[in-house]
Structures are given as C-alpha cells and as structure tokens.
C-alpha cells in the first residue's frame, strides 16, 4: 500500500463525510456573496469591497480546513483504523503524504464548486468578478487550504481525540486569524524600531493566512494599504520572480509542517 491508495481512500472518506457537505454548502453561499456585493458595485482590483470579501474567506476557510484535517488523522486514532494500517507495509510518510493529499483533493473541490456556482451565474447576470481579480481569489483560497491543512495533520497527530483535535484547531485559528493584529502590535511595540521591519518579515512567514493575504492584496494592487513597514513585501512580490518567490516559501511551509506531522507521528507509533 502506498500514498495513492492512501490518498484514494481519503477522497472516497471525505465524500461521504457530512462536514464535507456542509463546509461546501456554506462556501458556497459565501461565495455567491461575493457575487452579490459585485452586483452592487462592480469590483476590479484591490478596494473595500475586496477587503470585505478577503475577510469573509480568510475566517471561513483556515477554520473549515483544520477541523476537516485534524479530524481525519485523530479518527485514524478513535476507530482504530490505523491499527489495521499499520499491519500493511506502509511507512509514516507514505501514509501522511496520502492524507494529504486526499483532503487538499476533498477540500480544493469544494472551493471549486462554490466558484463554479459563482462564476457560472456571474457570466449569465453579467456580474462577475474581472478575470484577474477573480483568478486572484481562487489563488488565495487554494493557498490557504494548501498551507493550513498542513499545519491540521500536525494538530491531528498530536491531539488524542477529536475534542482536543477541536480544541487545538479553533484556539490556533483564533490566534491566527482573529487575534494576530492585535498580537502583531503588541509585540512591535515593545521593540526598537530598526527591529520592526525585520521583525514583521518574519512573524509574517510565521503566519500563513498573513502569508497569502500579503501576496494577494499586493497582486491586486493594494500594497500600499498594507503600509511602508511592508515595503520590502511589495517590492519582492511585484517582481517577475515574485510568485515563484511566494510558491516556494509555501512549499517550505508545508514542508517543514509535514516533517513536525511525522515526527510526532513516527514518535507515537514507536511508543504504541
């Protein structure tokens, strides 16, 4: 057994999953309310009505995808269906490699239904998002699965259960999403100020949803709402080579996240 079968299996769970459906049904009405404040004032480029629908995503999607993704490994766990994997000859990595990529396939199909959905009745209204911008949000949605479902398998192999797989989710997506300008500020203001910039820069990367959603205001023209302690960002991403920049600091990313994922993992099967 390797990681396309393990990958397989997750696809097949994931749709049969009752979260799933209801994570795609409601992406897909905020996708559609994206479409609605279009309709109001056509909406191209970086603006507030951009910034409005950023934010509906930024809260639902990092949310959506620890839960869904910590919750698959601690079932492994709870059922013991990981007992019965584990007789097979089938290494860790192989086996987490396979999870994830299964759910990025469950989840980036349910971003792509709701687009669909809102792509489809944007060109029959005449209402849609201009190609650019509403390529941009495909983007920083995709990115946002890819780089949290990544950090829900480290929470899954640390958590015993599906109630601490919960715990830990919603207080990290917090810390993330809902607490981090307050933190952010809190903690440069205590610093001299020639260790601001390059402070930022690294609690920045430190944050994937600050991560993506640096890259995609500043693709949609909107870096200077960002601030001059950002400049440095701007600069680097408006560049020919920025995207691929920004795609590799990402595999990064996942990739030190999936090495944590196997170590705990490896380290709990060692123990039994």
């Known amino acids: 057994m390797n990681w396309v079968h393990i990958a397989l299996r997750e696809v097949k769970l994931g749709f049969r999953n009752p979260w799933a459906y209801s994570f795609m049904s409601l992406f897909t009405v905020f996708s559609l309310s994206l479409l609605l404040i279009n309709s109001q004032n ?18 639902l999607l990092p949310l959506m995808t ?25 290494r860790t990595l192989s086996f987490l490699i396979g999870k994830y990529t299964g759910l990025a396939l469950v989840l ?18 005449g209402k849609g998002l201009d190609f650019q911008t509403f390529g941009l949000f495909i983007v920083f ?28 989710g919603v207080a990290l997506w917090f810390f993330a999403i809902i607490g981090w300008p307050t933190l952010l500020i809190a903690v440069l203001n205590l610093m001299p100020y020639l260790w601001i910039k390059p402070l930022l820069a690294i609690l920045t ?6 991560l993506v959603r640096c ?30 920049g920004f795609a590799a600091v990402c595999l990064i ?20």
């Open 215 to 244: 890259f995609v205001v500043v693709k949609l023209g909107g870096g200077a709402a960002l601030g001059p302690e950002y400049y440095e960002w701007i600069r680097w991403i408006q560049e020919p080579t920025g995207t691929w």
């Open 141 to 168: 949605s995709g990115g946002l699965i890819i780089l949290f479902l990544a950090i829900a398998l480290c929470i899954g192999t640390w958590a015993h259960n599906r109630w601490q797989a919960l715990t830990f």
């Open 253 to 272: 990313w996942v990739g030190a996240a999936m090495f944590c994922a196997h170590w705990v993992w490896e380290r709990g099967r060692s123990h039994g």
């Open 66 to 90: 620890l839960l869904i993704g910590s919750f698959s490994l601690t079932a492994e766990k709870e059922e013991g269906s990981w007992q019965l994997l584990s007789t097979y000859p089938l």
């Open 108 to 125: 980036l199909t349910i971003v792509a239904f709701g687009y669909g959905i809102t792509g489809i009745l944007g060109a029959l209204t």
């Open 42 to 59: 056509v909406v191209e480029g970086y603006s507030s009505a951009t910034s409005t629908m950023l934010n509906f995503i930024l809260y």
């Open 205 to 210: 990367v430190l944050n994937p949803a600050e």
